[in-house]
């Protein structure tokens, strides 16, 4: 059964710093693997989505790498603004479940400080 | 990306009483899904709407409790039947964008059951 991990549950950093947040996840075979962004009491907003065949992706100031072999994704946040602060979920899309059926981590939850 | 719509976005209710989550997407897409999000959980798929048939359910959830709809291929709606405190959560639908199974979230329904 694939289970996702993502570390730390929390981080604060002040404005400005990179920081990079980790994911990993128990079964490399998978067709993706997904970052979210979710704001207090809001949905999730898609940051970015990897193929399995794919090493990264990149839109803005968010690079997102994927190291399937060792079953690990980082998504990496430059320049760190207050407005960054959010909860981040990583998810697989595996082989293992239905279609559709993604499988989250609990999220990391992130507060950048002006 | 698409544009998905949840009403209500959130209700108090009584236990014993039934509720109905309606989600609006602004385009046809072929796969919808509804999730769960316990307090301090991640989020767990609940089942995928099938336009023209039966939902698939995953394990843990049940027709009965969890009856869904899907009446064309831009609307769908999610019954929380005989609720109790435990279905206090939020629920999200979701679609996916049929060429890189990118998927996309709505802003949810916050359910507290008194």
């Known amino acids: 059964k694939q289970e996702v991990t993502q570390i730390p549950a929390a981080l604060s950093v002040p404005e400005g710093e990179n920081l990079v947040l980790n994911c990993s996840f128990t079964?490399?075979?998978?067709?993706?693997l997904q970052w979210f962004r979710q704001d207090p009491g809001k949905g999730l907003t898609s940051l970015l989505l990897?193929?399995?065949?794919?090493r990264e992706q990149t839109s803005g100031r968010l690079n997102a790498s994927l190291d399937k072999s060792s079953g690990r994704s980082t998504l990496y946040i430059a320049a760190s603004q207050p407005g960054d602060s959010a909860t981040y979920l990583c998810?697989?899309?595996?082989?293992?479940?239905?279609?559709?059926?993604?499988?989250f981590g609990k999220g990391t939850k992130l507060s950048v400080k002006p | 990306s698409a544009v998905i719509s949840q009403k209500p976005s959130r209700d108090i209710c009584q236990r014993g009483t039934s509720l109905t989550i309606q989600c609006q997407v602004d385009s046809q897409v072929t796969m919808m899904f509804w999730y769960r999000q316990q307090p301090g959980q991640s989020l767990t798929l609940i089942a995928t709407?099938?336009?023209?048939?039966?939902?698939?359910?995953e394990s843990g959830f049940v027709i009965d409790k969890f009856p869904i709809s899907r009446p064309n291929l831009t609307f769908s709606t999610l019954t929380v039947s005989n609720m109790s405190p435990e279905d206090s959560s939020i629920y999200l639908c979701?679609?996916?964008?049929?060429?890189?199974?990118?998927?996309?979230f709505g802003p949810g329904t916050r359910l507290t059951v008194l």
């Open positions: 709407a099938n336009q023209g048939s039966e939902a698939t359910y």
């Open positions: 990897i193929q399995s065949s794919q």
């Open positions: 079964d490399s075979a998978i067709y993706n």
């Open positions: 998810a697989v899309n595996d082989y293992g479940g239905s279609q559709g059926n993604l499988i």
């Open positions: 979701s679609v996916e964008r049929e060429y890189n199974n990118e998927q996309f």
